[in-house]
């Protein structure tokens, strides 16, 4: 007789917490607001089947790596929309992301050694420091500057090599950079708290005009600003990629970052780095050393809408912009940090502006981190109808607070003809607003201590 091998289950540490999966009660509540279930109406592509996935293998009833599983882990966008609505309180992500993280372990000594150097640079180093983060960001500009992008792609390199879809999802290099040097702007006004500025990876290089703009919208509101070199990636790409491991080294950077600066709290202007920020207790759950430490810092992270709103700006700060605009939830700030209404109170203290509410607005674009890459034909059916929605209400402005959604949305927006639709950060229309009260003589813009100069803060 053949003895049959035991199927490979979940080892420490980062083992998915049963209480978490026992707490599901199997009510399909959760169906309709999950992105994959709603394309594909199967139910392992959903938040109740996924997690009786996960349960079988806890329970040694599935391999670990078995085809249907590993698909599945890779498929969910981790959007969290279904702990929103959850009945029951099931905090999905404390199951799926450790999950991943098994995944990723016990794949890793079967992948080639081409496999494991890719991930181990790309995942790994890339996102570990950010000077390398800021060569590759100019060898990316003059790539997407010099010409040489447009020859590839009218001569069918890039679909030769594969690279293809990567190429269309990746964002378009800052014309300077937003970097991260013990800077300080100060508000002309009595400063009442001061910020640490969270400069972002991808962000500072790709982004760095909404860093810009989060800079002046906050000292206009009477707060410094600070913005600390030691800081670093929020770690949530390497946590959703399985790298939990390197996402705390990571964490570690910016919770000991923040305790340095003396700032009152955490300003992030991202909406996925937001949320990872303030899950940093969950992370080091039961270390030590770390913990304690952990949940005071996440405590202190504001998402940049949600502290602007907590300030209460007064209307006659703003001044008019004439626009329709349309507001699209990231799933990371609607689902996970449940923040819906601050964005749109926002939006309507700006004159002039009409805001309209397009239909699915919180069901997720198919960005998620790095997914559009790792998953492009899911990513590209979200996408297509993310970019309905939008058409539907014939916008000029489409509103957001996370770049993976805007580079999503861009991306949507010009495959269907519509160039002409703006993407914009909300704050970056509450800057722009600000500006236009500045014009009327109602606002002045925020003056920089001399350890801010313009050469200091860019590169």
């Known amino acids: 007789m053949i003895e049959q091998a035991s199927p490979r289950t979940f080892s420490a540490p980062d083992v998915p917490p049963p209480d978490v999966f026992d707490r599901c009660v199997r009510c399909g509540l959760c169906l309709p607001t999950c992105p994959t279930y709603v394309e594909t109406l199967v139910e392992t592509s959903g938040p109740r089947g996924r997690i009786a996935l996960i ?41 799926l992301e450790p999950a991943r993280t098994q995944i990723v372990r016990a794949q890793t000594p079967h992948r080639s050694w081409w496999a494991r150097l890719r ?61 991260p040097r013990d800077q300080r702007f100060a508000s002309r006004t009595a400063p009442k708290a001061t910020a640490f500025l969270h400069a972002g990876c991808i962000m500072h290089v790709a982004f760095a005009t909404w860093n810009e703009a989060t800079v002046r919208v906050l000292n206009a509101a009477g707060v410094d600003v600070v913005v600390p070199r030691d800081q670093g990636c929020c770690g949530a790409i390497t946590i959703h990629a399985g790298e939990m491991a390197q996402g705390r080294e ?86 996970a940090q449940r923040i819906t209404a601050a964005p749109r109170r926002l939006l309507g203290k700006i004159p002039g502006l009409e805001v309209r509410e397009m239909g699915e607005s919180s069901l997720c674009c198919g960005s998620a981190g790095i997914y559009n890459v790792t998953e492009p034909e899911m990513a590209q059916r979200l996408q297509r109808r993310k970019t309905e929605r939008i058409l539907e209400v014939e916008p000029e402005i489409v509103a957001t607070a996370n770049p993976g959604c805007a580079l999503q949305m861009r991306g949507g927006l010009d495959r269907a003809g519509a160039k002409q639709i703006a993407v914009k950060h909300v704050v970056e229309l509450l800057d722009e607003s600000l500006r236009a009260a500045a014009g009327a003589g109602a606002y002045k813009s925020p003056t920089r201590t001399p350890s801010a100069t313009a050469s200091s803060s860019v590169g």
């Open 250 to 335: 990571l964490a570690k950077r910016n919770i000991a970052a923040f305790e340095r600066s003396g700032a009152d709290v955490y300003v992030i202007n991202a909406a996925g780095c937001g949320s990872a920020l303030k899950e940093y207790g969950q992370l080091f759950h039961e270390d030590a050393q770390w913990e304690d430490r952990a949940r005071a810092f996440s405590t202190r992270v504001r998402d940049v809408l949600e502290y602007l709103d907590e300030l209460e700006l007064p209307d006659r700060m703003f001044g008019t912009l004439h626009g329709v605009v349309t507001y699209q939830d990231a799933c990371h700030l609607a689902h």
């Open 119 to 179: 991930r181990a640079v790309l995942i790994g180093k890339l996102f570990g420091s950010m000077r390398l983060m800021r060569g590759a960001a100019r060898c990316l500009k003059l790539y997407q500057r010099s010409g040489l992008r447009e020859l590839m792609r009218r001569a069918g390199i890039l679909r030769a090599l594969g690279v293809a879809d990567m190429d269309a999802v990746a964002p378009r290099i800052s014309d300077r950079f937003f970097i």
């Open 55 to 95: 349960k079988a293998v806890a329970e040694q009833r599935l391999d670990l790596l078995s085809p249907g599983f590993v698909h599945q882990m890779s498929e969910c966008l981790d959007c969290r929309a279904c702990e929103a609505v959850c009945p029951s309180g099931v905090e999905y992500g404390k199951i």
